[in-house]
């Protein structure tokens, strides 16, 4: 199993970024994906969660409005778009694979990929 994120980078306050998550080695519609991230010194994080077939999802307060997760089961890929990023958005961001098709909860996930950095700094 591997799942690659990429996409990270700075980006000043206010600002916008992709975030892609490569995957293979199972079979990628049978399983939720989610997003989660890591800042400096602080624990890991639920950011965003979809079912197997993208029709339901569920976000971190802290992301409400601002980030959207969204999936391509053709192209086995995971995307997380985000908006009106802040300087608190800051941190390693990690794609994530459930074992269950609709685990939305942070509980469901049980395997995390190699991460990607986002920086939002001015």
């Known amino acids: 199993v591997q799942l690659q994120a990429s996409g990270g980078g700075l980006v000043q306050p206010g600002g916008s970024l992709r975030l892609s998550c490569a995957a293979s080695?199972?079979?990628?519609?049978?399983?939720?994906m989610a997003w989660f991230r890591q800042a400096p010194g602080k624990e890991r994080e639920f950011v965003a969660s979809i079912i197997w077939s993208g029709t339901r999802t569920r976000y971190a307060d802290s992301v409400k409005g601002r980030f959207v997760i969204s999936r391509d089961n053709d192209k086995n890929a995971a995307y997380l778009q985000m908006k009106s990023l802040k300087p608190e958005d800051t941190a390693v961001y990690y794609c994530a694979l459930s074992s269950h098709p609709y685990g939305l909860g942070p509980q469901d996930y049980t395997f995390w990929g190699q991460g990607t950095q986002v920086t939002v700094s001015s």
């Open positions: 080695g199972f079979t990628f519609d049978d399983s939720a």
